[in-house]
């Protein structure tokens, strides 16, 4: 195992310094890494939003942030790590506020001996990004001494388009090598073990393809609505939210080719093959292979549509099922089923490998699935077929591993494991501009069908799996779904 890396000297400028995202996972990871030692005498953070607040009082918050949401603190070892955070009002649209950061930063750089390594955050709206990025260089943030990164936030733009004009604008300032745009799914422990688990074991390795594999089965599924987020929900929906993003993102995982190597270029390469053969729906084939939903359709008080900051007459998708087709990688051709949305069954992010039968001997053969569990468990099981004890039938058996509550208490937070990565410039586990591109592409071609159909999403129960005529992508297959509800 590779030792972390000690006193990693940085500072970071963290836009959105005062928001919910900085609040509860961006201070905690720092503290993490600080508790660790990857961060010590040598960093300091800069937050900056529009409030007037003094470094004092952010401190204060930070030390809040670290308190809410990180087990087992050390009042002294919190309060010595919030003596590395200053704070900068700023509206990022006035040219002024950036030479004031400047000034901030060059001051705090020299005090801290931070080796000219800067990383800005963008942790606020989207509709930001381009003119920050475009600030940091006009103003001359950006210099040549120690390395420039900007870590981008999703959503990556709205379509294809609107991604376009933003990368363009990003890459006037930035190298792509030095942009690492977040998919917080790509830090999950059990998503990072997919490519172990395949390319390690010649258990797995071995059934790995379209001769063995029948179907994948991607479920991304939320218990809660879209609670406080209606109004930001109204502009996106499952399919922009959770489809474009982290589904892509796993699908491309499990599908992708072995790579050259394990360097980030091989591995993005590998995944990028494997997207560039997607097949491409027209919108006959959307309507075949797409379903949409929305949750309690029939406006009772717990329909989305009575949310706060959302339409009555909304036609916004919370829940989105479809069917995948990879023209090239070992799965070439075998069907991957997915499936997002909000107020069903149960939370669980998990994938389920359905195999081929092998054999016709026995009438209760039942299919072999390999299923990753993700998220809230980080649990591999293998069903397989097995003898009953003291019977002569076929029966169903399950082999299982799970990290134990202490492993899972240790597993470092998606975005401590990210930060970690950029700090030491390891860009594996962050979205390459051809993917976005490639994934929006995609994207584009559903949201335009949809557009363009006057039916309504199909409205499913709270609880349920979502709509019943989510059984229709498995037309011409015997196909159904492994994980229930
Ligand atoms: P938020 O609304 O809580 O915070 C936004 C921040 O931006 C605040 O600090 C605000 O003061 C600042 N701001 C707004 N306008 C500004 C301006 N003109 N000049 C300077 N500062 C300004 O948002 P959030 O929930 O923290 O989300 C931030 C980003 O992270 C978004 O891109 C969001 O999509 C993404 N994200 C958030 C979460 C989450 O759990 N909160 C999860 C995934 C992704």
Known sequence: MKAMKKNLPVLFVIFGGSGDLAHRKLYPALFNLFRKGALQDNF??????????SDDYFQETVQQAIIENVKDVEDKLVTEFSQHFFYQSHDVTDESHYIELNNK????????????????????????FGT????????KLVTDTGYNRLVVEKPFGHDLESA?????????????????????????????NIMYLRLTNPLFDSVWDSNHIKNVQITLAESLGVENRGGYYETAGALR????????????????????????????????????????????????FFVRGQYDGNHSENSYRKEEQVSPDSTVETFVSGKLLFKEGPLKNVPFYIRTGKKLAQKTTRVDLVLKSSHDLFEENQDNVISIEIDPENKLTVTL???????????????????????????????????????IGDRTNFVHWHEVKTTWDFIDRIEKTWQEDSRQPFAYQNGSMGPKE???????TKDSWIFKG
């Open 132 to 139: 920050i990025s475009q600030h940091l260089r006009a103003q």
């Open 470 to 476: 989510v059984s229709q992508i498995f037309e011409g």
């Open 385 to 423: 077929n097995g003898k009953q004890l003291s019977q002569t039938d076929l029966s169903s058996l399950q082999m299982k591993f799970a990290y134990t509550q202490d492993e899972v208490a240790q597993i470092p937070d998606a975005y401590e494991k990210l930060f970690y990565d950029f700090l």
């Open 241 to 288: 939210d959770m489809v474009q993003n982290h589904i892509f993102q796993i699908a491309s995982q499990v599908a992708m080719k072995k790579p050259k190597s394990l360097t980030s270029a091989d591995i993005h390469q590998a995944k990028q093959d494997v997207l560039n053969s997607i097949q491409m729906y027209d919108s006959d084939e959307v309507n075949r």
């Open 164 to 192: 376009k004009v933003l990368n363009q604008q990003i890459g006037d300032s930035f190298d792509e090598k030095d942009v690492y745009r977040i998919d917080h799914y790509l830090g999950k422990q059990m998503i990072q």
């Open 105 to 128: 930063i060059s001051q705090l750089e020299t005090q801290f001996n931070t080796q000219g390594n800067r990383t800005f955050y963008l942790a606020m709206s989207p509709q930001f």
């Open 44 to 53: 300091a953070v800069v937050g900056t939003a529009r409030r007037p607040w």
